[in-house]
Nanobody, 116 residues
Framework: QVQLVESGGGLVQAGGSLRLSCAAS????????IGWYRQAPGKQRELVATINSGSSTNYADSVKGRFTISRDNAKNTVYLQMNSLKPEDTAVYYCNARVRSVYVYWGQGTQVTVSS
């Protein structure tokens, strides 16, 4: 099993920056892909960015050039640096991990609110 704990959310003005962190514990060596999803009120959860065990990254078109995902293997932590934030980035951000290409784990989520 894998446990995921997010932190770093908050309230920021449009154009500002935030960095989210996701600390993983448990069977972290078996994580294939880890990343971030978000869900805005009344909308479906959507992919934001992922990074795999080979450090290849994938981004939603809406965040390319503004968000950067990275990982610190020594700390078992994944980061999401979010720059040039927009009101439409407002959502609950969830950390997600896929283990052995089969099991999927979610964190509890962290709220990001961008004011205009």
């Amino acid at each position: 099993q894998v446990q995921l704990v997010e932190s770093g959310g908050g309230l920021v003005q449009a154009g500002g920056s935030l960095r989210l962190s996701c600390a993983a514990s448990g069977d972290t060596f078996s994580i294939n892909v880890i990343g971030w999803y978000r869900q805005a009120p009344g909308k479906q959860r959507e992919l934001v960015a992922t990074i795999n065990s080979g450090s290849s990254t994938n981004y939603a078109d809406s965040v390319k050039g503004r968000f950067t995902i990275s990982r610190d293997n020594a700390k078992n932590t994944v980061y999401l640096q979010m720059n040039s934030l927009k009101p439409e980035d407002t959502a609950v951000y969830y950390c997600n991990a896929r283990v052995r290409s089969v099991y999927v784990y979610w964190g509890q989520g962290t709220q990001v609110t961008v004011s205009s």
